[in-house]
């Protein structure tokens, strides 16, 4: 039997991860401090001072996009939940952990990417970080198919696990290439990036137009 609460205490759950989403984005722009500018500072000073952080501007664009698209699955996940577990509710903070540390991996990348000072090291954190909060995103869709569910999975619903399966395998291939490609050709690894959203893409149209 449902216990009266149940509602409740699953929107506290979910509640409490979209004020943890709007925190780690809000962290990413409190990150990007702007370039002083003394007087006498003529305009292309200015300039040369502004462009010293655009790297950082591209990296919360990128990491935005992230967090955003993770924001959405967990919303729409949460959109079946009916019950819980302690099992659930772990995965979930294991999620939230992914998430908070996407403000410092952004700036261990970005803040050298255009500098020439880039490691493989910081490409695997900054890679590591989205790979984990999918990886617990598409278990935590896996463990509600089994027995969070409200009632049976519809046709949206399993295509929603497939597409963020994709994802985690997206990922994936881009950390492999990382791993066996010199440094030099990194840039095109997150050329894989897009192998998700654009299977999953194709997957849901052939599954739409059944």
Same mark, same amino acid.
């Given at each position: 039997m449902k216990h009266p609460r149940n509602d409740?205490?699953?929107?506290?759950?979910?509640?409490?991860?979209?004020?943890?989403?709007?925190?780690?984005?809000?962290?990413?722009?409190?990150?990007?401090?702007?370039?002083?500018?003394?007087r006498g500072d003529t305009e292309e000073v200015?300039?040369?001072?502004?462009?010293?952080?655009?790297?950082?501007?591209?990296?919360?664009?990128?990491?935005?996009?992230?967090?955003?698209? !993770?924001?959405?699955?967990?919303h729409q996940l949460f959109k079946y939940i009916d019950k819980y577990d302690m099992r659930l509710l772990l995965l979930n903070l294991w999620l939230l952990f992914t998430i908070i540390l996407f403000p410092f991996s952004t700036s261990f990348l970005f803040n050298?990417?255009?500098?020439?000072?880039?490691?493989?090291l910081q490409v695997y954190f900054y890679l590591g970080v989205p790979l984990g909060s999918n990886f617990l995103t598409y278990r935590m869709y896996q463990m509600a198919h089994k027995r969070h569910l409200i009632g049976e999975a519809d046709v949206a619903f399993r295509k929603s696990v497939f597409a963020q399966g994709m994802m985690v395998l997206s990922f994936l291939?881009?950390?492999?290439?990382?791993?066996?490609?010199?440094?030099?050709?990194?840039?095109?690894?997150?050329?894989?990036?897009?192998?998700?959203?654009?299977?999953? !893409?194709?997957?849901?149209?052939?599954?739409?137009n059944k």
């Open positions: 409740f205490l699953i929107e506290r759950i979910a509640f409490f991860s979209d004020a943890v989403f709007a925190i780690a984005i809000t962290l990413m722009v409190i990150e990007i401090h702007p370039p002083l500018v003394n200015v300039w040369d001072k502004f462009r010293e952080i655009l790297p950082e501007f591209l990296g919360l664009l990128v990491s935005f996009w992230l967090i955003a698209s !993770s924001w959405l699955r967990h050298s990417l255009f500098s020439g000072g880039v490691s493989k291939l881009a950390i492999v290439w990382v791993i066996i490609m010199p440094l030099q050709f990194h840039m095109f690894g997150y050329s894989f990036l897009g192998f998700g959203p654009i299977v999953g !893409s194709l997957f849901n149209k052939k599954f739409h």
